[in-house]
């Protein structure tokens, strides 16, 4: 069975999948400032109304935009109360293809919800984190026997919180990761987009060569 982390990576990139598939320490622990910046998801009313708490956090915009955010989404988001008092926290969930951690698991109806430590797109959310929530909302909904039709994808951060409607082209593109992993069996061939190369891991390995604008002026 896939992990959500699998079928997102497979939709961002099949070959590192490859090589993740082959590192004995592909699943050590998640490093500590991705901890830290997680725990913000769990602190959204502390953040809000205390000053001292938002200044001392590991966030990415000014205190003051901040809490500004954060009163936006208190004020538009119907499903505020059960971001910040949710139902199940840090919850395994086994669907019939993929496993994986929800971090929050809303209730009435069940939504998963889960936090990225980067930065949210300027729109809806980035395509692998798509992937990742479609397997979430699948494998909440096979294990409650009920259907699931919305996610939420939170960058804590930056103080945003999105709503994502799971459909047919977000199914459609979640059901191609799968079958993307259900295939790698060798080393797929190099992604076209270098920009992706340059952070990975496994630059070494696949042998692509990368080049800064530095060099290239």
């Known amino acids: 069975m896939h992990t959500f982390r699998d079928v997102a990576t497979a939709a961002y990139c099949p070959r590192k999948l490859y090589y993740r598939h082959r590192d004995p320490s592909a699943d050590e622990d998640v490093p500590q400032e991705v901890h830290a910046r997680r725990d913000l998801a769990f602190r959204y009313p502390e953040l809000l109304e205390s000053d001292p708490e938002v200044q001392a956090a590991p966030i990415e915009v000014t205190p003051t935009q901040y809490r500004s955010r954060l009163g936006r989404l208190r004020a538009s988001l119907d499903a505020w109360d059960d971001l910040v008092d949710p139902a199940d926290r840090e919850v395994l969930l086994e669907g019939r293809e993929c496993r994986g951690i929800a971090h929050k ?35 909440l909904a096979w294990e409650r026997e009920t259907t699931v039709e919305h996610a939420f994808a939170e960058y804590p951060a930056y103080g945003v919180v999105r709503e994502v409607p799971l459909t047919t082209r977000r199914k459609a593109t979640y059901r191609s990761a799968v079958r993307t992993a259900d295939a790698i069996d060798g080393p797929p061939s190099r992604t076209a987009n270098r920009e992706k190369c340059a952070p990975c891991d496994y ?10 604008l530095k060099s290239m002026l």
């Open 105 to 139: 698991v809303l209730a009435g109806p069940p939504r998963p919800s889960l936090v990225f430590a980067g930065a949210p797109p300027e729109q809806g959310v980035w395509e692998p984190q798509t992937v990742r929530l479609v397997a979430a909302a699948k494998a």
């Open 203 to 212: 630059q070494g390995q696949c042998g692509v060569t990368t080049r800064s």
